[in-house]
């Protein structure tokens, strides 16, 4: 393989065994120089890299709920690598939110239901006849 060696794998739920999806898949060079490799994993929780230099590298993955994953490898030359690996849950504990709204038009709608109701409860087919509201038509002789 010139240019390098190619690395794949996929990543799945250590409970489930269903597809991690959108993990951060990270190769770093351990000794010497070079650059990171990441890419996240697609729907089907794989990912792929090629041309990967030989050498020690530092595999990090991470992933939103879920417990980090770190391990070194040693990818030689012209070489097809199968990283998979699963990953534990792991729920982030976080500080409660509190939403405090107010509203300068709610103190004027409050009852408003109630009122609408009982109006119109007590309008009558007669009232609105009466004011020329409503005009009812008839037929005769049919």
Known sequence: MAG????????VERDTQQPVVQAEVRLTPIVGPGTDLAMVTDRRGRFFFRSVPPGLYTLRIDCLGYRPLEDSVCIAEAAAMNLDAELVPHAI????IVV?????????LIGFEEQRFQTLGRIRCEHLRRNGAVVIWTRRGS
């Open 4 to 11: 390098g060696s190619r690395v794949l794998g996929s990543l």
């Open 93 to 96: 504990d976080l500080e409660p």
């Open 100 to 108: 405090t709204a107010r509203s300068t038009l709610l103190p004027h």
